[in-house]
C-alpha cells in the first residue's frame, strides 16, 4: 500500500527556515518521482518543487526559486524540502505526491499518490 506522510510544518516568521518532509512507504522511491505542493484557502493547488525518478533532477516554481531546496534520502525513503527566507504568502497546506512516470513536474495532475498535507504558517 502506497503511503506518503508529511511533517514539519508549522508556524514560523517571516525570513525563517523549515524543513517539510515526506516519509514514503510501499514503493520503492528510487522508481518514483515525488513532487511538493501547497494550496492555500481560496486558491488552487500549485507545484512547488519536484525530484525526478532518474538523475535526480529538480525543478522549482518561479515563486519560490533560490529559497527552497528539494533533496531525498533513498535509504530512509524520505524526500525533504528545505525552506528559507520564508514569506507570508508561502502560507499553505503542503502535500508530497508520487508520480509512477517519474517525471518530477510541477503539474498536480501528473502524480498518482498524495498524503495528507502539513499546513505551515508565515506570520509575525
Known amino acids: 500500500q502506497v503511503k506518503l506522510v508529511e511533517s514539519g510544518g508549522g508556524l514560523v516568521q517571516p525570513g525563517g527556515s523549515l524543513r517539510l518532509s515526506c516519509a514514503t512507504s510501499?514503493?520503492?522511491?528510487?522508481?518514483?518521482?515525488i513532487g511538493w505542493f501547497r494550496q492555500a484557502p481560496g486558491k488552487e493547488r500549485e507545484g512547488v518543487s519536484g525530484?525526478?525518478?532518474?538523475?535526480?533532477?529538480?525543478s522549482y516554481a518561479a515563486s519560490v526559486k533560490g529559497r527552497f531546496t528539494i533533496s531525498k534520502d533513498n535509504a530512509k525513503n524520505t524526500v525533504y524540502l528545505q525552506m528559507n527566507s520564508l514569506k507570508p504568502g508561502d502560507t499553505a497546506v503542503y502535500y508530497c505526491?508520487?508520480?509512477?512516470?517519474?517525471?518530477?513536474?510541477?503539474?498536480?495532475?501528473?502524480?498518482?499518490?498524495w498524503g495528507r498535507g502539513t499546513q505551515v504558517t508565515v506570520s509575525s
Open positions: 525530484i525526478s525518478s532518474s538523475n535526480d533532477n529538480t
Open positions: 510501499g514503493f520503492t522511491l528510487a522508481h518514483y518521482a
Open positions: 505526491a508520487a508520480e509512477v512516470l517519474g517525471r518530477g513536474t510541477l503539474e498536480p495532475g501528473d502524480y498518482d499518490y
